[in-house]
């Protein structure tokens, strides 16, 4: 699977399917490319309704490309209610399986104005990833680790308004994973996190973990 950075929390999933993970592309400062050159997505995944992780975007992807909006109940239902046709709402669970897309959605520590705010578990092509979406670290991490046992995390670390790298660094060692891609730093001057800071962190507390700093529009192959 390819995992392609879009800049703040925006991501693509490209293997046997394409997975879009809170597209934010129209106004992100960090975004490589613009909505009209955004291909869309088999599967739109949103963490929460802020309007930095790309519902009004993926609303505007799903209508001119297909795909389904998969997010908590309300999120669906507020993609449905703007004429998206396929949406797939959930909440806090299990995994459930969308076009071939096995996803569960977690707790996340954070607001939203719609629903309330989750992380996602995707696995494709036998791959995990876990986006904790926008969040400050909680214990249950530990358990989203036991039970998932992700391959990648993809982790806030701008501070402010979600993890900075101190607490970035205690979710590593909670989650027990061993491939990280911070997010949500430095789009704005207030996320002030960097990775350089969370790779000392973790060094200092002897955690054997690949800090993966993707420029937005790298990809790693997982
Ligand atoms: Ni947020
Ligand atoms: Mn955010």
Redesign the pocket.
């Given at each position: 699977m390819k995992v392609v950075y879009l800049g703040h929390?925006a991501f693509l999933l490209e293997g046997s399917r394409r997975v879009l993970i809170d597209p934010w592309i129209e106004g992100n400062p960090q975004a490589p490319i613009s909505l009209n050159e955004c291909k869309g997505a088999d599967v739109y995944v949103i963490t929460h309704a802020?309007g930095?992780?790309g519902l009004e975007d993926a609303i505007k992807l799903a209508k001119r490309h297909g795909g389904v909006i998969v997010g908590i109940y309300e999120i669906a239902n507020e993609a449905a209610s703007k004429g998206v046709k396929e949406t797939v709402g959930a909440n806090i669970g299990g995994f459930f399986e969308v076009n071939g897309v096995r996803i569960a959605l977690t707790t996340a520590v954070h607001s939203s104005p719609i629903g309330a705010p989750t992380g996602a578990v995707v696995e494709l092509d036998g791959k995990r990833v876990y986006h904790a979406g926008?969040t400050g670290v909680f214990y249950d991490m530990k358990l989203i680790g036991e039970l998932y046992s992700p391959d990648l995390a993809l982790l806030p670390i701008g501070g402010h308004?979600?993890m900075g790298p101190l607490e970035a660094a205690k979710a590593i060692e909670l989650l027990g994973v061993k491939k990280v891609i911070p997010m949500?730093y430095q789009t704005f001057p207030v996320l002030k996190g960097k990775p350089e800071e969370l790779v000392n962190l973790l060094k200092e507390k002897g955690l054997d973990v690949e800090v993966i700093a993707l420029r937005p529009g790298e990809s790693y192959e997982l």
């Open positions: 929390s802020h930095d992780h926008d308004f979600v949500h």
